[in-house]
């Protein structure tokens, strides 16, 4: 799989310190580098981990939660997805594994949090994804965001967890509203909650010359998405990109850290698009998933049930 990537991460203008975390890594069992890139990225069959993460709770707090939480994704997944044979591998077994993945992360943030008084109530943001078999998996918890730009458009591929896009669907607000809301960074969920994390998943078929852009609210909160797009056009390496883009939300204010992940998918492995094919975000049947991963367990029981 030919992959050509960069990543990019700035403190901004007014925050003390970095929270936001980013994470690129081959699901083959090495170690992940949180905030880190080999200098000669290695793909697996099991796929290629890309995520990004904007830790909450001031002061170190923050930091601790976005890089745990990233670590614990690759770690789990890794456990419970890439240590498999590929001849076995299923979609279905893919989402599962990214979808447990989030809540063991969430859980594992939670408890780091309990162990330290003045890292309590910290969290993090997560928008992960998994490329793998031609197909890109996400994983969306918060308001950091993934995009795909393919044939000079760009599409967001994941919906923010927030309180302003809620009023929006009730109706209390409008678009235009909530870019102006008081409460716009409002997040509904998040990786270190008490309550059960919800993260949202989906799939999109990829196709050659895609560009993956995966960021923190500090760069789509600063640079719209024409601004973005207008950058992408130019058709610069990943590097040059993110730097014209960092440059743009310094440039509108920096008012949050900056990070971001541009990968260029260009493997000759992945069709071309077609002229009217537009970007499709597929969700899983999570009943489905369920309702299996019920039969599994049932079914293990009555193996141990039987024995003497």
Known sequence: MLIDYAAITHQGKVRKNNED??????????????NGLSRAPKLCQAGLLAAVADGMGGAAAGEVASREGLACIAVYLFGHWGRY???????????????????????????????????????????????????????????SRAYLYRRAQLSQLTVDQTLVNEMISSGFITPEQAKTHPQRSMITQALGCP?????????????????????????????SDDQILAILDKGY?????????????????????????LLHLDDPAFPLPHADEGIQVIAPNLKAMEEHSR?????IGRIFSSQP
């Open 195 to 223: 309550q059960p994390v919800k993260a949202a998943l989906g799939r999109v078929a990829l196709r050659r010359g895609d560009r993956l852009l995966i960021c923190s609210d500090g760069l789509h909160g600063e640079v």
């Open 21 to 34: 975390a980013y994470l690129v890594s081959a699901m083959d069992g090495e170690e992940p580098r949180v």
């Open 295 to 299: 039969g599994v367990f049932a079914r």
């Open 85 to 143: 044979p590929a001849a076995d591998a299923t979609e279905d077994a893919l989402f599962r594994a990214i979808l447990g993945a989030a809540e063991e992360a969430s859980d594992a943030v939670l408890r780091y949090s309990d162990t330290d008084r003045r890292i309590r109530g910290m969290g993090s943001t997560l928008t992960a994804t998994v490329i793998w078999n031609g197909h890109l998996y996400l994983c969306q918890v918060g308001d």
């Open 237 to 261: 390496s990943p590097r040059r990109s993110l730097e014209l883009l960092l440059e743009a939300a310094l440039d509108h204010g920096g008012r949050d850290n900056i990070t971001a992940l």
